[in-house]
């Protein structure tokens, strides 16, 4: 089962963890300085609902968002 939304289709994001070493300038450093990259991923935040759906009552994976919003009718 994919890590997504089934209302709004909201899934997992790439991005990145920056590892930067070194003293700032501003405290009298020479600079940071990037030393590794890695990617990684972002997950949205799903819960697991019971939604009325077609006059039955069904189990979805559901964005917080989505919820928020009033976009479900919970059972």
């Known amino acids: 089962m994919a890590i997504a939304c089934e209302i709004c289709g909201?899934?997992?994001?790439?991005?990145?963890?920056?590892?930067?070493?070194?003293?700032?300038?501003?405290?009298?450093?020479?600079?940071?300085?990037?030393?590794?990259?890695?990617?990684?991923?972002?997950?949205?935040?799903?819960q697991r609902l019971r939604v009325r759906e077609n006059g039955g009552v069904k189990t979805r994976r559901v964005c917080t968002a989505c919820i928020k919003a009033g976009r479900i009718v919970k059972a």
């Open 10 to 46: 909201k899934g997992a994001r790439t991005g990145s963890r920056i590892v930067r070493h070194g003293l700032a300038k501003k405290k009298g450093g020479i600079g940071l300085h990037t030393t590794a990259v890695t990617g990684r991923r972002f997950l949205p935040n799903l």
